[in-house]
């Protein structure tokens, strides 16, 4: 069940009418859906903006994840989302998407706000074997916000057999010594 909290386009209110009540100050966006403009910005509520994006199938991941955990501000432009069920599933990926096909292991997704989401320790590793400046400085944020989840990242990464595995642990390091600055 949605939050009541939640505003979706043409649920209860057009675009017309959603946006109009944004230029009022009742609402703000939040994701894909709108919140009242004096709800607190919470977890749940990040995630369930995304309800409609991932149903019971997806997970939301990377830097979806990052931002539902509280890392990042804004949600990013595309939405990375990944199979969060076993069988495979048609999904037409539209345009705010990045659709990985493989499967998250369910020991690695949480229930947040009604919709699956990849956990802090998950998130940090998916996030590190990406490379490039935006995931780093996401798994940054996100290990200022979960601590506790670095060194759990480290063990499951020095266990496991991935791609981007060496860069990934030397990231992952740096930041534990306190080496890269984690807020």
């Known amino acids: 069940m949605a939050s009541p909290f939640l505003y979706f386009?043409?649920?209860?209110?057009?675009?017309?009418?959603?946006?109009?009540?944004?230029?009022?100050?009742?609402?703000?966006?939040?994701?894909?859906?709108?919140?009242?403009?004096?709800?607190?910005?919470?977890?749940?509520?990040?995630?369930?903006?995304?309800t409609r994006i991932l149903g019971v199938t997806l997970a939301a991941t990377h830097l979806s994840a990052a931002w539902i955990h509280g890392a990042l501000l804004l949600p990013p432009a595309r939405h990375t989302v990944q199979r969060a069920v076993?069988?495979?599933?048609?999904?037409?990926?539209?345009?705010?998407?990045?659709?990985?096909?493989?499967?998250?292991?369910?020991?690695?997704?949480?229930?947040?706000?009604g919709v699956r989401v990849t956990a802090p320790v998950r998130t940090l590793i998916d996030l590190a074997r990406i490379g490039d400046d935006e995931h780093a400085r996401a798994m940054q944020l996100l290990a200022g916000t979960h601590p506790a989840s670095v060194p759990d990242a480290i063990t499951r990464l020095e266990a496991g057999v991935l791609p981007h595995k060496r860069v990934a642990l030397a990231l992952l390091r740096r930041v534990a010594v306190g080496e890269i600055r984690k807020t």
């Open 86 to 113: 076993s069988r495979r599933i048609n999904v037409v990926p539209g345009r705010q998407l990045v659709y990985r096909d493989l499967a998250v292991d369910p020991s690695d997704l949480q229930l947040v706000g």
């Open 9 to 50: 386009t043409d649920d209860r209110l057009s675009r017309a009418e959603l946006s109009a009540a944004c230029l009022d100050g009742d609402l703000v966006e939040l994701g894909e859906a709108y919140i009242p403009a004096d709800a607190v910005e919470t977890a749940a509520l990040r995630a369930g903006s995304l």
